[in-house]
């Protein structure tokens, strides 16, 4: 097998369980004017095709706001901005309806392709709009009326449901109905915001023209929950600010994940939601990483972190019924449902003292110092327990506990229950640390 053949493979089975965990689910893809003005746009379509052919359930929901401002420049005509969002007159809601329509028609068509050397091939999918959001008007602020400039009032999630379970791809746009049968140009965020909370979708994806959320250094956040987001929203400004406040917004009202994503890399979409680290922002209900206690249900994910350790004997070997006894002593770091290390901790309470066994961090997540922050969970562990010494048996690793303030010990100091089934023929370093 080549190594290329090799990677495919790889890839493959890791993004099995997310194929798995997407099926079914209902996600809100937000797409802005500008990633439909944007060469990548083909590649985006053959993407949201795939997800519909894996049986996830889509709502698209587009803008057009260099599309408008490109029909404004052509008819001469120009709209005033108050903090940020267009005052709507009637000469300029037609250039809104204009350029929402040809997008609608792009969009249809991008998704009914069926050429034979495009990725859609064979795809049969089916994409129905129409008058699934009401709107109302915002009427006038600080003086300013702002006329056909809308919100939303009202998303007809009943009516999606029912599209969505009979396979179509939904798709929304800018422009919302009035009860009494005016049209309103509102926020695309807003309203990809108001269909995520609505039909409670799992994800509400964002496209953008940056990689993600950056720190002040220019850093992105591979991942981070929407309460610590919310503090970075004053320094962000423009598409940045609209989008992180979308999701933020989506993230308050219930909806676990929002995800910011770059229009212009190819295979954004596709990174993102079937490997680990994505490709974006991931923006979150919760701890998207956390280390806490282990449950029974991580007995499955525990062994399947170990086992490799156990065949090259760096473990000894634990049977599932050993660690289901055992797994109150278990720490394990989650990563979005995936157990990628895991440590123990057995005390011996009448000598004060315990054992640290098992500590694993999965290979590709080595970095970041996991391994350290299992060792301090367990250490404070050991010490709410009352322990004032833990120590380690390794045959491998003696140097990094060394280096974690670990001194080289003897069998003779361990206590009595463990010194009678310490196994001499394995010759384990016997390293202790004072708590």
Same mark, same amino acid.
């Given at each position: 097998?080549?190594?290329?053949?090799?990677?495919?493979?790889?890839?493959?089975?890791?993004?099995?369980? =997310?194929?798995?965990?997407?099926?079914?689910?209902?996600?809100?893809?937000?797409?802005?004017?500008? !990633?439909?003005?944007?060469?990548?746009?083909?590649? *985006?379509?053959?993407?949201?095709?795939?997800?519909?052919?894996?049986?996830?359930?889509?709502?698209?929901?587009?803008?057009?706001?260099?599309?408008?401002?490109?029909?404004?420049?052509?008819?001469?005509? $120009? &709209?005033? +901005?108050?903090?940020?969002?267009?005052?709507?007159?009637?000469?300029?809601?037609? &250039?809104?309806?204009? !350029?929402?329509?040809?997008?609608?028609?792009?969009?249809?068509?991008?998704?009914?392709?069926?050429?034979?050397?495009?990725?859609?091939?064979?795809?049969?999918?089916?994409?129905? &709009?129409?008058?699934? #959001?009401?709107?109302?008007?915002?009427?006038?602020?600080?003086?300013?009326?702002?006329?056909?400039?809308?919100? #939303?009032?009202?998303?007809?999630?009943?009516? *999606?449901?029912?599209?969505?379970?009979?396979? =179509?791809?939904?798709?929304?746009?800018?422009?919302?109905?009035?009860?009494?049968?005016?049209?309103?140009?509102?926020?695309?965020?807003? #309203?990809? $915001?108001?269909?995520?909370?609505?039909?409670?979708?799992?994800?509400?994806?964002?496209?953008?023209?940056?990689?993600?959320?950056?720190?002040?250094?220019?850093? @992105?956040?591979?991942?981070?929950?929407?309460? %610590?987001?919310?503090?970075?929203?004053?320094?962000?400004?423009?598409?940045?600010?609209?989008?992180?406040?979308?999701?933020?917004?989506?993230?308050?009202?219930? #909806?676990?994940?929002?995800?910011?994503?770059?229009?212009?890399?190819? /295979?954004?979409?596709?990174?993102?939601?079937?490997?680990?680290?994505?490709?974006?922002?991931?923006?979150?209900?919760?701890?998207?990483?956390?280390?806490?206690?282990?449950?029974?249900?991580?007995?499955? /994910?525990?062994?399947?972190?170990?086992?490799?350790?156990?065949?090259?004997?760096?473990?000894?070997?634990?049977?599932?019924?050993?660690?289901?006894?055992?797994?109150?002593? +278990?720490?394990?770091?989650?990563?979005?449902?995936?157990?990628?290390?895991?440590? !123990?901790?057995?005390?011996?309470?009448?000598?004060? @003292?315990?054992?640290?066994?098992?500590?694993?961090?999965?290979?590709?997540?080595?970095?970041?110092?996991?391994?350290?922050?299992?060792?301090?969970? @367990?250490?404070?562990?050991?010490?709410?327990?009352?322990?004032?010494?833990? +120590?380690?048996?390794? $045959?491998?690793?003696?140097?990094?506990?060394?280096?974690?303030?670990?001194?080289?010990?003897?069998?003779?100091?361990?206590?009595?229950?463990?010194? %009678?089934?310490?196994?001499?023929?394995?010759?384990?370093?016997?390293?202790?640390?004072?708590?």
């Amino acid at each position: 097998m080549s190594e290329q053949q090799q990677q495919y493979v790889k890839f493959f089975r890791q993004s099995s369980p =997310y194929i798995h965990a997407h099926h079914g689910k209902t996600f809100v893809i937000t797409l802005g004017g500008e !990633a439909l003005a944007h060469e990548n746009l083909t590649n *985006i379509i053959n993407d949201i095709a795939l997800l519909n052919s894996l049986g996830v359930r889509l709502v698209l929901v587009h803008g057009a706001r260099p599309q408008i401002e490109e029909r404004l420049k052509s008819r001469k005509l $120009t &709209s005033n +901005f108050v903090n940020g969002r267009r005052v709507t007159d009637r000469q300029c809601l037609e &250039s809104v309806m204009d !350029a929402v329509g040809n997008l609608r028609a792009r969009i249809e068509s991008k998704l009914s392709l069926g050429l034979v050397n495009s990725p859609m091939h064979g795809a049969s999918i089916r994409v129905i &709009s129409g008058n699934f #959001v009401t709107a109302r008007p915002i009427g006038v602020i600080n003086g300013t009326d702002f006329l056909h400039t809308g919100e #939303v009032r009202k998303v007809d999630q009943e009516a *999606i449901n029912q599209q969505l379970d009979s396979g =179509y791809i939904v798709l929304l746009s800018c422009l919302g109905h009035s009860p009494t049968g005016e049209l309103f140009n509102m926020e695309v965020e807003e #309203v990809a $915001t108001n269909a995520a909370v609505s039909l409670k979708a799992e994800k509400l994806i964002l496209y953008s023209s940056q990689k993600g959320l950056t720190d002040g250094q220019g850093n @992105i956040f591979n991942r981070i929950p929407y309460l %610590e987001a919310s503090q970075l929203l004053k320094s962000q400004d423009g598409e940045m600010k609209r989008l992180l406040t979308s999701a933020i917004k989506a993230c308050e009202a219930g #909806v676990d994940r929002a995800q910011l994503i770059d229009y212009r890399q190819d /295979g954004s979409l596709l990174l993102e939601l079937f490997t680990r680290d994505g490709s974006g922002t991931l923006i979150s209900r919760d701890r998207y990483e956390e280390i806490r206690e282990a449950t029974i249900d991580d007995v499955g /994910g525990i062994l399947e972190l170990i086992q490799p350790l156990e065949q090259k004997g760096i473990l000894r070997r634990r049977s599932r019924k050993e660690l289901e006894r055992e797994i109150k002593l +278990f720490r394990v770091i989650s990563l979005d449902g995936m157990i990628i290390g895991c440590a !123990a901790i057995h005390p011996f309470n009448g000598d004060k @003292i315990a054992e640290l066994a098992c500590l694993v961090v999965h290979p590709e997540y080595r970095q970041d110092n996991r391994g350290d922050d299992l060792l301090e969970a @367990i250490e404070e562990q050991a010490r709410q327990k009352g322990m004032e010494n833990i +120590f380690v048996l390794t $045959t491998r690793t003696k140097h990094w506990f060394l280096e974690r303030g670990f001194n080289e010990s003897g069998p003779e100091n361990l206590p009595k229950k463990k010194r %009678e089934s310490y196994d001499s023929g394995r010759q384990s370093n016997v390293l202790l640390k004072a708590l």
